[in-house]
């Protein structure tokens, strides 16, 4: 099984519709990530969670929301989609330091229609 | 701000050729530095990190020095193949989260 799993894989979904995307991680971290990434862009930080009790917005945080439900699940969601949320989006986590690096998902591609 | 820059791809080399892809940081402090490698289809995965300056990260024969002077640490390898053949991100950790560079997508012909 992989480190960090995420479902769904792919999803279509209308304008106005409420989605999540789940996250789910066996590596025992603490931290944990949703990334967005568009073509030329990079990787954008949507939110980041230390631990259970704290959650924190990233730099594109406006349209999305985020639960850990517990130390391995991070979901994330889009309250009300729209045609420009479509992108790959990518859970993470780290150690506490994050100076072994992150390890990610292999995405959810998430078109928006 | 901190901030990573890469070079612009996409980079197409003939297969044996060597590769170097650039990569600049600006940071506070003494942060690590990394390169992950996307290959089509999947998420980003680590491929070397170096944590204090004038260390050498290498795997798979990818090689890349952490130059505290010049702020950077380029990617090199002396022979491609084609299975080489992804986006590369440059990145950097200070503190409590990661910057990643825009990504540089490389080709490899056979």
């Known amino acids: 099984d992989a480190d960090v799993t995420q479902t769904p894989r792919n999803r279509i979904t209308k304008t106005g519709k409420r989605i999540m995307l789940e996250c789910s991680q066996t590596k025992g971290h603490d931290r944990m990530y949703w990334y967005r990434q568009d073509p030329g862009l990079g990787l954008r930080l949507i939110y980041y969670s230390f631990d259970v009790k704290d959650i924190n917005k990233g730099e594109i945080s406006d349209g999305y929301s985020v639960s850990r439900q517990a130390q391995a699940k991070f979901s994330l969601s889009l309250e009300s989609a729209i045609p420009n949320q479509t992108a790959l989006y990518f859970c993470?986590?780290?150690?506490?330091?994050?100076?072994?690096?992150?390890?990610f998902g292999s995405g959810t591609r998430l078109t928006v229609v | 701000g901190d901030s990573v820059t890469q070079m612009e791809g996409p980079v197409t080399l003939s297969e044996e050729a060597f590769l170097t892809i650039n990569c600049t940081y600006t940071a506070t402090g003494y942060p690590s530095l990394f390169w992950y490698v996307q290959y089509p289809g999947e998420g980003l995965q680590l491929l070397l990190k170096a944590t204090k300056a004038d260390d050498k990260g290498s795997n798979k024969g990818f090689e890349a020095t952490y130059r505290k002077e010049t702020t950077s640490f380029h990617l090199e390898k002396g022979s491609v193949q084609v299975s080489d053949s992804a986006v590369y991100f440059c990145?950097?950790?200070?503190?409590?989260?990661?910057?990643f560079g825009a990504g540089t997508r490389l080709f490899v012909k056979a």
């Open positions: 990145a950097h950790t200070g503190g409590f989260k990661t910057i």
């Open positions: 993470a986590t780290s150690d506490s330091f994050g100076s072994y690096g992150y390890t």
